[in-house]
């Protein structure tokens, strides 16, 4: 919130979530989901938390935003983000940052039957495996 850029950003059209509080994640579950029913886009980090290890790793995913998609039939495009981080760490004033092109991979998109016997986990482990591939290939 200090960013004046990013403070733009989280104050319009973010849905803030505190990972420390239920109450607060099916709130913005619930918001997500409205705007999915609105025909909106939803961006969702599935990690569910935002490390400070340098480089980063991909972690393990959480269950909502798979879940969030099959409960209302939306496909699930997977996006890998490169190099942000080596351009623009954190507010620039630990590790700094420099102008530059951010790399991204955007993957097929996935749609899945909410009928199917498919479990959460098992899409979860999926999306993430593709990511994963594919984010070790670029480091």
């Known amino acids: 919130?200090?960013?004046p850029v990013t403070r733009i950003f989280f104050k319009s059209i973010d849905i803030p979530v505190n990972r420390q509080s239920k109450i607060s994640a099916f709130k913005a579950f619930k918001r997500a989901t409205e705007l999915l029913k609105?025909?909106?886009s939803?961006?969702?980090f599935?990690?569910?938390k935002i490390d400070e290890e340098f480089p980063p790793v991909l972690h393990k995913f959480k269950a909502g935003a798979f879940k969030m998609a099959i409960e209302n039939n939306t496909p699930i495009l997977p996006v890998v983000i490169h190099n942000a981080w080596e351009i623009l760490w954190d507010d620039g004033g630990r590790f700094g940052s420099k102008p530059g092109v951010i790399k991204i991979s955007v993957l097929k998109p996935i749609?899945?039957?909410s009928g199917s016997s498919l479990k959460y986990d098992s899409i979860?482990?999926?999306v993430y495996e593709k990511m994963k591939k594919l984010w070790n290939q670029s480091s």
């Open 1 to 3: 919130m200090k960013n």
């Open 42 to 44: 939803v961006v969702i």
């Open 46 to 48: 599935p990690e569910g």
């Open 38 to 40: 609105e025909g909106k």
């Open 124 to 126: 979860e482990m999926e």
């Open 111 to 113: 749609t899945y039957d």
